[in-house]
Each structure stands twice: as C-alpha cells, then as structure tokens.
C-alpha cells in the first residue's frame, strides 16, 4: 500500500528545493531560492520545473527567513510548525545562527506563535459531568423522538415486553 501525503496549499516556499518534496512545489506560487550555507540551493530544479522563483543571498537561515519574509508581507499571525522555540534550544544553537534566530523573532514579536501553544489554546476540555449530562440529555432527546412517532410507542411498549419477560421469566 502506498502512503498517502498531504501538503498544504503555499503561497510562498522558502529554503533549499532541492529537499523540498514535489508536492509543496507544485502547490507554491512562488519560491523563493535560499542555501545560507552556500551552493545552488535548487535554483536549478526551480528551473526545471518552470516555478516562479526568486533568490535570497543571505546567512540566516531558511526558517528565519521566512519568518521575516513573512512579517514584511505583512501576516497578522505566523503560526511555526517543528520549529525549536523554546529558550534552552535558542541558547544552545550556534553563535553564527543565533543572532540570526534573535532578529527574526524579535521582528516578528507577538504575531509569532509556535502550532503547539496553538494546539493547546484551541484544545476543548470538556469535564466527566458535563459529558454525561450531554449523553443523558441525548438519549432522552431520542427516547422521546421515538415515544411521540406512531410507530415507536408500539416498538418501545414490544421491546419493554420481551425484555421484562426475558428478565422476569413471566
């Protein structure tokens, strides 16, 4: 069996696309060309593959880079997904890409958040009571549903019956 995969719908892809996988390409619009490390960067498969593109020669790193790229094209929310976000993972990375890193999130402040803390946020929580009350209230929903139909006071008083009997033993 062949795995199924999914890729969002992109306005704008950023990094290396020679790792990029062929669905995120197909669904971006425009691409734009990043190897913060030097080399061609998949300039040539943008090519080859007829993406609108553009090129960014700039020592931050892809992540960074689009985190900026999308503050100035003005997002109102940049939710990150596999991003490291916490301080320690911040305070451990390289010095080169440190700085980087600080300028990124410090541009993009408050409309920065990680899908994690989004998660959690949006994330219903619904109490033991409050789910049985909701399931009571459903069944007498349905148990009256049946008892008004013609049919269905028929069928409850036919099923009470055989049940007493079988229980009962009359």
Known sequence: MRPTTW?????????DLETMGEAALA???????HAPHGGEGGLARAEALGLDH???ETSLSSVDLAILLAHAGGAEVIVTVGVESRLMDFLES?????????LARLTAGGTLVDA??????????????????????????LGAA??????????VENGWTALTSWIGGN
């Open 94 to 102: 390289p010095q080169a890409d440190a700085a980087g890193t600080f």
């Open 146 to 155: 049946i008892w008004v139909t013609p049919g269905g006071r028929e069928w």
């Open 27 to 33: 669904s971006a619009s425009h691409a734009v060309v």
């Open 54 to 56: 553009s090129s960014a």
């Open 7 to 15: 890729a969002p719908q992109a306005s704008v892809v950023v990094g």
């Open 116 to 141: 994690s803390t989004l998660a959690l946020v949006y994330r219903h929580r619904y109490s033991a009571w409050t789910l049985v009350t909701m399931l009571t209230a459903g069944v007498l929903a």
